[in-house]
């Protein structure tokens, strides 16, 4: 299963992007999907998750201004940032977590896309 993001940029401060994590390959359902970002010089930081059924979990530091959903059809998971700060500068990947259709799970990452807050 192979993941491509999407969607990186660079924004002003209080700007807008929606980033997208699209999973191609034999993929029977993916249970969760995840968002990470990685600043320089800083550890990988969970952003947001959603599962399977819905379910969410945000960052504190970005609740109220990041949202996660997915269109399982699609196999497609999104993270719409709003009002986006300087500290909110990171390489974005996504990570899914799943079962394909011969049964066996599967765990892959996406390649980073690069937001980049700036005036």
């Known amino acids: 299963v192979q993941l491509q993001a999407s969607g990186g940029g660079l924004v002003q401060p209080g700007g807008s992007l929606r980033l997208s994590c699209a999973a191609s390959?034999?993929?029977?359902?993916?249970?969760?999907l995840t968002w990470y970002r990685q600043a320089p010089g800083n550890q990988r930081e969970l952003v947001a998750t959603?599962?399977?059924?819905?379910?969410?979990i945000h960052a504190n530091s970005v609740k109220g201004r990041f949202t996660v959903f997915r269109d399982s059809a699609k196999n497609t998971g999104y993270l719409q940032m709003n009002s986006l700060k300087p500290e909110d500068t990171a390489v974005y990947s996504c990570?899914?977590?799943?079962?394909?259709?011969?049964?066996?799970?599967?765990?892959?990452w996406g390649l980073g896309t690069q937001v980049t807050v700036s005036s």
């Open positions: 390959g034999s993929i029977s359902r993916i249970n969760t």
């Open positions: 990570n899914a977590q799943g079962t394909q259709r011969n049964w066996r799970v599967f765990d892959s």
């Open positions: 959603i599962t399977s059924t819905g379910s969410t």
